[in-house]
């Protein structure tokens, strides 16, 4: 069973930058690892998701250009650098891991069907005006 933990979120002001990390116990069955969020009173979104291998990502158009996912591979860590925060971005954020090779078909993630292999507990996010 592989375990996430994320860790980074808080509060901050509109405009602002917090970085959220997501750590997994081991990563040797995943082929992805992705962020989501959930707003009070609303649904899942997707928010990034980035390959355990390889240059790409895919990102939500509400987040481009000014949220970015990278990883470190030897500390088995995927990171969400938010900068330009804005009140809408205030949600609960979870990171997710896919262990399937469908899951490298990253525009996957953004669908309502994903359902993500193992999911982390969650980081709250609070942008204020």
């Known amino acids: 069973q592989v375990r996430l933990v994320e860790t980074g979120g808080g509060l901050v002001q509109a405009g602002g930058s917090l970085r959220l990390s997501c750590t997994a116990s081991?990563?040797?069955?995943?082929?992805?690892m992705g962020w989501f969020r959930q707003a009070l009173g609303k649904g899942r979104e997707f928010v990034a998701v980035?390959?355990?291998?390889?240059?790409?990502?895919h990102y939500a158009d509400s987040v481009k250009g000014r949220f970015t996912i990278s990883r470190d591979n030897a500390k088995n860590t995927v990171y969400l650098q938010m900068n330009s925060l804005k009140p809408e971005d205030t949600a609960v954020y979870f990171c997710?891991?896919?262990?399937?090779?469908?899951?490298?078909?990253?525009?996957?993630?953004?669908?309502?069907?994903?359902?993500?292999?193992?999911w982390g507990q969650g980081t709250q996010v609070t942008v204020s005006s």
């Open positions: 980035i390959p355990w291998s390889g240059s790409q990502t």
């Open positions: 081991e990563r040797t069955n995943l082929y992805a």
């Open positions: 997710a891991a896919g262990s399937r090779a469908r899951d490298l078909n990253l525009s996957r993630w953004g669908s309502e069907s994903f359902g993500g292999d193992y």
